[in-house]
């Protein structure tokens, strides 16, 4: 008897080429065929938080922890080709020697959602510019949530900003002016939202603080905001 960690892959030993590749509009996505799009929007839910939007490495995960594997999708190790690429998918760190942060993914996604992803993941490695296209329309429906803000604020803010976003990141006293208290910053979020994805210069602020639109999504942005204001204290005569 086959436990249920390798139904996938005995299922998609099964399936026919012809299946497996076909991605029409009419049938694609998670009560269809495999394809690309579905694949980038898998990712995106899945993977990004490690691997980064674009598959790139900087996931909002892998540049919080300290001395984290490099996971980026372009320079694999171990998911060298399609047949590997979808056992690390399936089996996680139970395949090879692949890191053991990586979680088997065989019990949780369907295997439409597998095959899609590993169609993405190869499409990254052939078509980077076409593939990043796929990955920026699927990471802008993603759900901005405070928790992903502070995955991402940890990892790309808190140098500067420091952890609790007070101004006291460990560049902190190299910079003039120094960073933002953001705790006691009024600043309403439209106002925020644009000197994140414009820039300190842009703004005519300090042009110590870097723009971001062209690493961050629109929802990763709106998160990092929403993160902000859980460190604000709540108006008077308002429950935070």
Aim: glycine fraction near 10%; hydrophobic fraction near 40%.
């Amino acid at each position: 008897m086959f436990s249920r960690q390798w139904w996938p892959t005995l299922l998609l030993a099964l399936l026919p080429a012809s299946v497996l590749a076909a991605g029409s509009a009419n049938y694609c996505g998670e009560d269809g065929a495999p394809c690309l799009q579905y694949g980038a929007n898998v990712f995106q839910e899945r993977c990004a938080l490690c691997h980064g939007s674009d598959g790139l490495g900087e996931g909002a995960l892998s540049l919080t922890v300290k001395e984290y594997p490099a996971v980026n999708l372009m320079q694999p190790r171990v998911a060298t080709d399609g047949n590997s690429l979808r056992r690390v998918v399936i089996e996680g760190s139970r395949f090879a020697d692949t890191s053991p942060l990586m979680p088997p993914w065989g019990d949780e996604l369907t295997l439409t959602q597998i095959e899609s992803v590993v169609m993405f993941v190869a499409y990254l490695r052939k078509d980077l510019e076409g593939a990043l296209k796929l990955s920026r329309d699927a990471a802008a429906k993603v759900e901005p949530t405070s928790k992903l803000g502070r995955a991402i604020f940890i990892g790309r803010c808190a140098l500067c900003h420091g952890q609790e976003a007070q101004g006291d990141g460990r560049m902190a006293s190299r910079l003039n002016p120094k960073p933002v208290n953001l705790t006691k910053s009024r600043a309403p979020d439209s106002y925020l939202k644009m000197m994140i994805s414009k820039g300190g210069a842009a703004m005519g602020r300090s042009p110590s603080m870097p723009t971001w639109e062209g690493d961050l999504s629109e929802p990763e942005i709106d998160s990092v905001i929403l993160y902000i204001n859980t460190l604000r204290p709540a108006p008077k005569g308002v429950a935070k």
